[in-house]
């Protein structure tokens, strides 16, 4: 090969294909802090606010999405529908919670009925029957992060902090894929 060649094949043609090919990469989940903050305890037993008046909210964009009502009995994980993606098979509510904190990770039990776990800093493959996703867990400053990442791209984020001098739990909520929300929720919840 002569130099002129090579000089133009690695001055055009090799970063050309490598942006081509960076374009194309899924997304990829960035771990989260193992540590937990100091003071920040989600431990207790908390009852859902309800807010009937919210059906629809904006997205980053400003443009309208619906709110999905947030009751077991229309949104069980075997009747939701997966033709978004998976990523919302991940996402369980309910309107009673009882959250234990440890050192290591919290447990969060909806309505008596699921209990769900999360290690600090974990950073792992998690499944419901046949279904798997890629999930990160922990800290960002004093807020509590998940993401689920599911095999079509979809992301499920939650956030959990306490606010009101610790007597409310704020849980965000947004599945998205790439820039265009499906999903955005956010529930409040009092301290019992």
């Known amino acids: 090969m002569s130099r002129s060649l090579y000089r133009l094949l690695t001055r055009f043609l090799v970063p050309g294909f490598l942006f081509i090919a960076g374009c194309g990469s899924a997304p990829v989940l960035e771990s989260k802090?193992?540590?937990?903050?100091?003071g920040v305890d989600l431990s207790g037993y908390w009852l859902v606010r309800s807010n009937p008046g919210a059906e629809r909210t904006t997205?980053?964009?400003g443009a309208g999405v619906d709110l999905i009502p947030l009751h077991r009995s229309q949104h069980s994980r075997r009747k939701r529908n997966t033709s978004e993606g998976s990523a919302q098979v991940f996402l369980e509510y309910g309107e009673k919670l009882k959250i234990t904190q440890t050192r290591y990770g919290l447990f969060i039990s909806y309505d008596r009925s699921i209990v769900e776990e999360y290690t600090f800093g974990e950073n792992r493959l998690v499944s419901i029957g046949p279904i798997e996703a890629l999930r990160v867990s922990?800290?960002?400053?004093n807020t509590f992060?998940?993401?689920?990442l599911d095999d079509s791209g979809a992301t499920l984020f939650e956030t959990w902090h306490l606010d009101g001098n610790d007597t409310e739990l704020i849980r965000n909520i947004r599945i998205s894929k790439g820039e265009s929300d499906s999903f955005v929720r956010q529930q409040i919840f009092d301290r019992q």
Do not use: K, L, Q, Y
Request: aromatic letters at 6%.
């Open 59 to 61: 997205n980053r964009d």
């Open 33 to 38: 802090s193992s540590v937990v903050p100091a």
């Open 145 to 148: 992060v998940v993401e689920t």
């Open 138 to 141: 922990g800290w960002e400053g």
